[in-house]
């Protein structure tokens, strides 16, 4: 039967950099577990932290990928937008370049991910605090 199943994730406050978070957007995901085929979609709430989907077993690349965002955003720049803070306007910067979502096709209760690839949260502000996810699936799921 095809269907839609959203959920909402709260994950917990993350320092600024990237961090993989594949095991927190699957924990508990009945509908994942029920999916034969399908689609999910992660959708972050907020506009100073971000989705990617990238390598998963070297421990040196989200450091590398935080350390390569922090100099294509550098909060030394003359930003207009400043009121929140010297690493606001960055976070921006850094969340539309690597963006707001990532879509994962879903096979008998899997996601369909490659050997080396897992989610990240980008989080892009020194504090950012709790971050909402909004995961759908769509797809065909057993009874």
């Not at 879903?106 to 980008?122: E, H, K, M, S, V």
Request: with cysteine; charged share 20%.
């Amino acid at each position: 039967m095809s269907a839609w199943q959203q959920s909402e994730i709260i994950l917990p406050e993350f320092p600024r950099g990237c961090h993989l978070i594949t095991q927190h957007v699957i924990h508990d995901l009945a509908a994942l577990k029920r999916c034969r085929t399908g689609l999910m979609h992660v959708f972050i709430q907020h506009t100073s932290a971000s989705l990617t989907i990238n390598e998963n077993a070297d421990p040196d690349v989200p450091d590398d990928l935080g350390m390569a965002l922090d100099r294509l955003a550098p909060e030394s720049w003359p930003y207009r937008h400043t009121c929140e803070g010297s690493d606001d306007m960055p976070a921006h910067v850094k969340a539309t370049l690597t963006g707001s979502s990532v879509s994962i096709p879903i096979a008998n209760g899997r996601l369909l991910t490659g050997t080396w690839q897992g989610i990240y949260l980008c989080e892009h502000r020194n504090q950012g605090g709790r971050r909402r996810l909004i995961v759908t699936i769509q797809g065909d799921f057993n009874a």
